[in-house]
């Protein structure tokens, strides 16, 4: 049966409403957690849901900031950064680490967030995440009016009570265990849900 749809021409609405269009339709996204320290040692913390891994050999993931932000600066200035994984239970949290708070603000203090030391790197990571990437800045692109960040996984840090060993005798987290939190479209956030496993087909 076709699909009965809706046209929308990005020259008619604009960048700003394609954007949020865009982002109703690509969802789920996974949030990083963003913590770094300015030149001050005050830290920082924001979520960016424009996060993905975008290589294997070397780990490196990436976030994406819509301007010069606390987060962008700070990872530019330090070449360091973490990504701290936002679990269900830290919604309410995660969401006032969004709001807009002047540069010698930390936003752990602020949100009242627990903070921790990292293994790797100077900037703190959230002591309540299931999971912790610590990173180091490989490159900062400009992507239209954005900021791509890429930064290397020097470290990886995970609640051991998420961790399951399989049958080929690797170690990995467990989906539901971590029970991450995403952003979808408007205001709304994502829980996990149904988790679905099938193994990849060979070719003929």
């Known amino acids: 049966m076709k699909t009965q749809r809706t046209e929308f021409d990005p020259a008619t609405l604009g960048d700003r409403e394609t954007t949020l269009l865009v982002k ?10 963003v913590g770094t320290v300015d030149a001050r040692g005050i830290a920082n913390l924001a979520p960016h849901s424009f996060f993905t891994m975008v290589s294997e050999e ?8 819509t301007s010069r932000k606390d987060s962008l600066n700070n990872a530019e200035a330090t070449g360091e950064f973490t990504v701290s994984l936002v679990a269900r239970r830290q919604f309410e949290a995660a969401n006032q680490t969004s709001a807009r708070y002047a540069p010698e603000v930390s936003e752990f203090e602020a949100a009242g967030i627990e903070a921790e030391p990292s293994a790797a ?3 703190p990571r959230v002591a309540g995440s299931p999971a912790v990437m610590e990173c ?3 490159s900062i692109l ?10 290397r996984v020097v470290h990886v840090a ?17 989906a539901q265990r971590l029970d991450p939190l995403t952003r979808l479209g408007r205001n709304e956030w994502g829980t ?6 099938i193994d990849r087909p060979q070719g003929a």
């Open 24 to 33: 109703s339709i690509l969802i789920p996204r996974p949030i990083a957690w």
């Open 58 to 65: 070397p780990p490196i993931v990436m976030f994406s900031s």
């Open 121 to 123: 790197v100077v900037p």
């Open 136 to 138: 180091v800045l490989e």
């Open 142 to 151: 400009p992507v239209g009016g954005n900021y791509m960040v890429l930064g």
């Open 158 to 174: 995970v609640d051991t009570d998420t961790l399951a060993t399989d049958a080929r005798g690797r170690t990995l987290p467990l």
């Open 192 to 197: 996990l849900g149904e988790v679905l496993a």
